[in-house]
């Protein structure tokens, strides 16, 4: 597997396809998985913003 050059995508080639993998009621899943596979780190959401992220509005946090 090669890691794709920071000049040549700041996005992991897994990131751009995501939608394709999901049901269109599972937007929200897919697109925080988008977010959380960017390759620059500077770019790619962090686990607090992931935890905002409207995929998680309705679980209790105490439960996760």
Request: net charge negative.
């Amino acid at each position: 597997l090669l890691i794709p050059s920071v000049t040549h995508a700041a996005v992991s080639p897994l990131a751009n396809g995501t939608q394709e993998y999901f049901r269109p009621e599972d937007a929200q899943l897919a697109n925080l998985c988008s977010q959380l596979l960017i390759y620059d780190p500077d770019e790619r959401i962090t686990a607090r913003e992931a935890l905002k992220h409207p995929f998680f509005a309705g679980f209790d946090p105490n439960q996760l």
